[in-house]
């Protein structure tokens, strides 16, 4: 009796998903779908959730099932079985249109084309999303964070490059399923078009430049602009240094997403101004040329 009790528990439905299933199918509300058992056995048998009694209209054919007349009752999970034995596995849902798609937003985190997205969604589903890169090239599905109708994941497009135009747009797809529906839904967008919150460098200089002679070499150090407000490992500046030799030649040196630099040689004066590799074409103006002389006669002053 207690192991009759037990077998009945068994059979209950898993009715929420905690995963993409590996191998599911998508039918229209009314229309018919084969379902095919992935197996050398001839004979076989179905269950729908576990019960060998689906609510649904089938006809079993050798290794096929065809679902008549899908509806929401009709979907789920259907299992062949030679016996006790389980042969493989399909998830059958309905194709549903949500009103006013799915709303999507995204932004992006770093120069570098890497950004997140997160949408809403029916709170007992699961939902994964991919990427057309900007190159055509496809990227695998990603399954998505969260839960309880908020869906978050994160994604890089390797081939963006942050000093040329974008010419084609990324694509985003999304696939969800819940117990019984299937949705999906796509955007497009630049990732320029996502990177309206990215910091500006211009209208300020670069601060607090310093200049100390270490061993033959000048040793300078800076900070961003006061008006760059976020962590500097998600978004580099681009700075460049202007120097000038003793003979009035001045040299400039690009450093990229670092705030110091040493420089060799005889050095006069220095300079430094920045710019947001990414959303702005034109440079901040200069800081003050910093006098090496001076420093030097400020370093020689025993400690
Ligand atoms: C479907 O049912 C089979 C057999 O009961 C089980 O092994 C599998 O985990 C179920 N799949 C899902 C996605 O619930
Ligand atoms: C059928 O099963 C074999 C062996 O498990 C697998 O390699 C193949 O990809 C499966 N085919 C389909 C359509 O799922
Ligand atoms: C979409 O989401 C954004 C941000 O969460 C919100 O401001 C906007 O009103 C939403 N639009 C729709 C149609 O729900
Ligand atoms: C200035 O000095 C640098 C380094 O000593 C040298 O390479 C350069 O040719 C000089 N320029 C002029 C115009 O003399």
Known sequence: MLGLVALVLCLVPADTLTAFPPKFQVGEVNGDVVVTC???????SWTQNGDPEPMAELVAKGRTLTILGLDLPAAGN??????PILLDTTYVVVSETREGGINVSCQAESYRGSFRCSWTGPRSSV???????????????????????RFSAHF???????????????QLQLEGLSD???????????VWDIALLFPQC????????????RGGQLHLAWAPP?????????????YRLQYELPNGTQ???LVEGAEEAQLGGQVQRVRVCCRDPFTRPTWSPWTTWQDIKATQQHQLQPH
Do not use: I
């Open 127 to 149: 939902f994964r999303a991919r990427l057309t890169h900007s190159d055509g090239s496809l990227g695998a599905w990603v399954p998505a964070a969260g839960g309880r109708g």
């Open 251 to 253: 040299v400039e040196e």
């Open 156 to 170: 890089s497009d390797p081939s963006f490059c942050p000093f040329a135009e974008e010419l084609r747009p990324l």
């Open 226 to 238: 006061a008006s760059w407000p976020l962590p500097k490992s998600y978004f580099t500046l681009l």
């Open 202 to 213: 211009d209208p300020a200089p670069p601060q607090k430049l310093t200049l100390r002679q």
């Open 78 to 83: 259907y299992s062949c079985w030679a016996g």
């Open 38 to 44: 992935n197996t050398s056995e001839q004979l076989v």
């Open 180 to 190: 019984t529906s299937y949705f999906t839904h796509s955007v497009h967008f630049f």
